[in-house]
């Protein structure tokens, strides 16, 4: 599916979803966000299809794609289900930050996008400008002070948001 000469947004989702898996699972290499499938997310690739039993090319074929993205939500979950999941002391998120509490964002921010048109995806792996103007977009939207940045309670309530859209959507 994704290999060396894909699009390098497309191989910043892989890369995205190997970043954060390895968050939990040690043994897994961690990978720069860069865009490039070169020999570090080829590696990275290899570990998860071996702890996965897949077979184990270096590629990122339909199986390991969906287990990756399979795995990187169930842990997404984790995080966010978890009292510790969140690191009190990153917050308020700001433009040029990263780390894993933007990580959540971020996803959170790719699926509210879904919901609302005008809010652009940010498919990077830090506090962006895209992710700063989405983040406005939506504290105007549910009635906040719009100033770009992300408190862990305003982060909370973006998650309730998406899952409320969820539960709507599949009712």
Do not use: W
Not at 9 to 25: C, G
Request: glycine share 4%; aromatic share 10%.
């Amino acid at each position: 599916m994704y290999q060396l000469n894909d699009k390098p947004s497309a191989i910043k989702e892989i890369q995205r979803f190997l970043y954060v898996i390895s968050q939990k699972e040690k043994t897994l290499p961690h990978v720069s966000v860069d865009g490039y499938y070169g020999d570090e997310t080829r590696l990275a690739v290899l570990e998860f299809q071996r702890l996965n039993f897949l077979e184990e090319s270096g590629t990122v074929e339909k199986e390991t794609y969906d287990t990756l993205y399979k795995t990187y939500l169930e842990i997404l979950d984790e995080l966010n289900a978890s009292e510790n999941g969140l690191n009190s002391e990153s917050f308020p998120l700001k433009l040029g930050d990263s780390g894993n509490d933007v990580s959540i964002l971020n996803s959170i921010l790719r699926e509210l996008c879904n919901y609302y048109k005008e809010i652009s995806p940010p498919y990077e792996d830090f506090f962006s400008r895209e992710t700063e103007e989405s983040v406005k977009q939506l504290q105007r939207h549910l009635l906040e002070e719009e100033s770009g940045t992300v408190t862990e309670s305003f982060l909370g309530k973006l998650k309730k948001e998406a899952d409320n859209r969820k539960s709507f959507k599949t009712n």
